[in-house]
Each structure stands twice: as structure tokens, then as C-alpha cells.
């Protein structure tokens, strides 16, 4: 059974830093790219930022681009998202999503996603 557990949203005021992580279990970790989504009450989920089974490929969306790094350790099963310089704007539900890829990249697309985690949520207060 695979699962996907969130952790390390809360509240913080505009211009902090948060990490978020995300243990999996239940999958082979490194047969994976792994992406981090959001979704705003009354907002569509939005694609924040997706890193390939290896790690050496990255996407980011334009809104997080040099406020965000994505990373992975693939020894530990955990996938990670530094997010600094939170403006309200960045409050949302964060979720991780597993995708299964045969090569080494990711995709934005939350469709292709298999796996996904419960959330955990990240409200910045300005």
C-alpha cells in the first residue's frame, strides 16, 4: 500500500521560509519523478514544481521561480520543497504526487500523476 505523507506547512508571516516534506512508502521511490502541487480556496490545483527520479531535472512555475527549490532524497523515500521569501499569494493546501517514469524527467501535469498525498497547508499571513 502506498502512501504519501505531507508535513511541515503552517502559518508564517510574509517573507518567511517554510519547508514542506514528503515521506513515501509502499513504492520504489527512485522509479519515480515527484512533483508538489497547490490549491487556493476556489482556486484550480496549480502545478508548483516537479523533479525527475534522479534528481538532475527541475521545473518550476514562473509565480515560484527563485523563491522555491525542489529536491529529493532518494535514500530516505522523502521529497522536500524550500520555499522562501512567502508572500500571501503562496497560501494554499500543498500536495506531493508520484508519477512512475521509465526515463529521467518530470512532468507538470497533474494527470499523470498515480500517487498523491492528504496535503498540508502553508498560510502566509501578510
Known amino acids: 500500500q502506498v502512501q504519501m505523507v505531507e508535513s511541515g506547512g503552517g502559518l508564517v508571516q510574509a517573507g518567511g521560509s517554510l519547508r514542506l516534506s514528503c515521506t513515501a512508502s509502499?513504492?520504489?521511490?527512485?522509479?519515480?519523478?515527484m512533483g508538489w502541487f497547490r490549491q487556493a480556496p476556489g482556486k484550480e490545483r496549480e502545478g508548483v514544481s516537479c523533479?525527475?527520479?534522479?534528481?538532475?531535472?527541475?521545473y518550476y512555475a514562473d509565480s515560484v521561480k527563485g523563491r522555491f527549490t525542489i529536491s529529493r532524497d532518494n535514500s530516505a523515500n522523502t521529497l522536500y520543497l524550500d520555499m522562501h521569501s512567502l508572500t500571501p499569494e503562496d497560501t494554499a493546501m500543498y500536495y506531493c504526487?508520484?508519477?512512475?517514469?521509465?526515463?529521467?524527467?518530470?512532468?507538470?501535469?497533474?494527470?499523470?500523476?498515480?500517487?498523491w498525498g492528504q496535503g498540508t497547508q502553508v498560510t502566509v499571513s501578510s
Open positions: 509502499g513504492l520504489t521511490f527512485d522509479d519515480y519523478a
Open positions: 523533479i525527475s527520479r534522479s534528481g538532475d531535472s527541475t
Open positions: 504526487a508520484a508519477d512512475r517514469t521509465l526515463g529521467d524527467y518530470c512532468l507538470t501535469s497533474s494527470a499523470v500523476y498515480l500517487y
